[in-house]
């Protein structure tokens, strides 16, 4: 089974990828699976390794096998979510709790399992996420294919949201010098550069904040604010509540998970 993402050697096969994040490889649910399907079964076991992996292998669908997610895969499989939310995702943890199923469903994957898991139960999920994909497969509309000239600036944002981002390094990335980057971009994803970055920051934000435990503080730093009082007013006139008040509405319809009202 590939356990790596080397372009030069990368399949054109249909494939799906499992992102391996156990403590032990030898125990991974999906040691179970090689050699169960006709399509290709890639696998990672860093979180670094998705978005290259995703790219060169264009999968239908991706698997997060967790023993319990922690912060790292937690990050990856949100950035996952953001940046191709048309992925179908299956999330396997060794453990449940009510934070664990609330996060799953705020980051609306397709379905949650629990360890441990009947290697035909296991089969059967991989079978049906295989046709939903297969049926979801359309080609790029005109309007995302518009997009391509700020695509370079989402995907540093999405890399490096909890750092400082200067207008100039974007707009140099998308090679616009910086006044036509801004209006391109308002263009192309109908918000100014700003707008779309601090909207981006609260959605992490609010994605951080589902977990037991997390203070305000810490993830105001984690997703790149360095005034705690301008997080919290900024994150109270998009949310509606303060940080500290915020958690995610579980028993809302998945449509209505967003934490995010515009």
Not at 14 to 38: N, Q
Not at 45 to 71: H, K, N, S, T
Not at 141 to 152: E, F, G, M, V
Not at 246 to 260: K, S, V
């Amino acid at each position: 089974m590939p356990d790596s993402c080397a372009p030069a050697t990368a399949s054109r096969s249909p494939s799906f990828l499992w992102v391996d994040l156990t403590r032990d490889a030898r125990t991974a649910l999906v040691e179970r699976l090689e050699g169960t399907f006709a399509m290709d079964l890639q696998r990672v076991r860093e979180p670094a390794q998705i978005p290259g992996a995703i790219e060169v292998y264009a999968p239908q669908f991706v698997c997060f096998e967790f023993d319990e997610p922690e912060l790292p895969g937690i990050n990856a499989l949100a950035r996952t979510r953001h940046e191709h939310p048309d992925l179908p995702v299956l999330i396997i943890t060794g453990r449940l709790s009510e934070a664990v199923a609330r996060w799953a469903l705020h980051m609306r994957v397709w379905d949650l399992l629990v360890k441990p898991v009947p290697v035909e139960a296991l089969r059967q999920h991989v079978s049906a996420l295989a046709q939903l994909a297969h049926k979801q497969h359309t080609l790029p509309s005109p309007a995302q294919k518009r997009q391509d000239r700020t695509l370079p600036a989402i995907t540093h944002v999405a890399a490096q949201f909890h750092h400082k981002i200067a207008l100039e390094k974007v707009a140099a990335l998308c090679r616009l010098s910086p006044s036509q980057f801004c209006r391109v971009f308002r263009q192309e994803q109908g918000a100014s550069f700003a707008q779309y970055l601090l909207h981006y920051r609260i959605e992490r934000a609010c994605e951080r904040l589902g977990f037991p435990d997390a203070l305000a503080k810490e993830v105001a730093y984690s997703v790149g604010f360095n005034d705690l009082s301008y997080f919290t007013w900024a994150f109270k006139r998009q949310v509606g509540v303060c940080p500290s008040k915020y958690h995610t509405p579980h028993d809302a319809p998945w449509g209505q998970q967003d934490c995010l009202n515009g």
